[in-house]
């Protein structure tokens, strides 16, 4: 079964978020609208609502993560669920339990979400297919095949600074091969009628399928870069690549590291974007990931809202009148 069928229920409503391939445009922006709800919450003196009090959600990371993990956490307190982070390394896998015997064990501590990053693609797939009728799975990252939160904050990140996403140009640079993030901001920036998606790095670090994917393909960083209105710089995958697929890290900040130079290729108010983890030097120069055009510690801020529209919409609570100051 497909992903996209699974995350629906019955009436078309979100119950799992495991990739955006597959959801229609109306889906996103009810995404981005109900997040709009929640981006006030974090300036309360009293940061709650109580829309998921009651609801117990676990945080499953197996591999390691700042942003996420803290982001979805903070969302779920905000959001007043109770949250269980459960640590990978101390738990009974470590004495040969399985994965589905943890989270069959979870459940019966009656919790509500599971909310999943994994190093295999298709795990919160896998999860999704094996958990309770009322539980539900938010996909936190799976191998290089999927990260549909983060693509939605970036999403609303662009919004709240272009508006419009049917005038823009938007180039994704670096190792798109290997990046979860990339295949889901080019899903949302498809889907959202993004009408020039650009793809910039060296041959090896680009997948072959790129142009499937609806995409246009640049290994010219200063040819990809001209005109842009948004930037959005990925890290080198490492930890995913197999053999040497690179020159020097040195070479490649030379011909694919965002610097103020190349920077001006872009339009004159284009916002500069990074998932992160940010490694300085090698995909961005330091001026540049904290210069006036950066918009990545707001990516990080807009995390927190747009996770709880997904975990409160995937859970069937969307009432605004719950979200009220
Ligand atoms: N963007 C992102 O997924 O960052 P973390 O790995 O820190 O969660």
Do not use: C, W
Request: charged share 20%; hydrophobic share 40%.
């Amino acid at each position: 079964m497909k992903q996209h069928d699974i995350q629906l229920d019955s009436e078309g409503k979100l119950r799992h978020f495991l990739t955006i391939e597959g959801l229609k445009k109306q889906m996103l922006l009810d995404i981005l609208d109900y997040a709009e709800n929640f981006s006030s919450v974090g300036n309360r003196q009293v940061k709650k609502v109580p829309l998921l009090r009651g609801k117990t959600i676990a945080n499953l990371f197996f591999e390691p993560s700042t942003r996420t993990r803290t982001t979805f956490e903070l969302a779920a307190k905000r959001l007043s669920a109770d949250v269980l982070n459960i640590n990978i390394n101390t738990s009974a896998t470590t004495k040969g339990e399985s994965l589905l015997d943890m989270l069959h064990n979870l459940e019966a501590m009656q919790v509500d979400m599971f909310v999943v990053r994994h190093n295999s693609s298709g795990a919160a797939h896998f999860i999704a297919q094996h958990v309770a009728p009322h539980v539900s799975v938010i996909n936190a990252g799976d191998g290089s095949h999927a990260h549909p939160t983060q693509a939605m904050l970036d999403m609303f990140t662009i919004r709240r600074h272009k508006q419009d996403f049917t005038k823009l140009t938007v180039a994704i640079v670096g190792d798109i091969m290997h990046s979860r993030v990339a295949r889901s901001q080019i899903h949302a920036l498809n889907t959202l009628g993004v009408p020039e998606v650009r793809v910039i790095g060296p041959q090896t670090i680009i997948p072959n399928e790129a142009a499937h994917l609806g995409v246009h393909v640049y290994h010219d960083m200063q040819q990809g870069l001209q005109n842009v209105d948004v930037v959005i710089m990925l890290r080198l995958q490492r930890e995913r690549m197999e053999g040497a697929l690179l020159p020097s890290e040195h070479e490649y900040f030379h011909m694919f590291g965002l610097t103020e130079k190349k920077l001006k290729l872009a339009k004159p108010d284009a916002i500069v974007m990074h998932p992160g983890p940010i490694n300085r030097g090698v995909e961005i120069e330091s001026t540049v990931a904290d210069g006036p055009q950066s918009v990545i510690l707001e990516q990080v801020t807009h995390g927190i809202s747009v996770r709880m529209a997904a975990m409160s919409m995937a859970l069937g609570r969307s009432s605004l009148a719950e979200v009220q100051d």
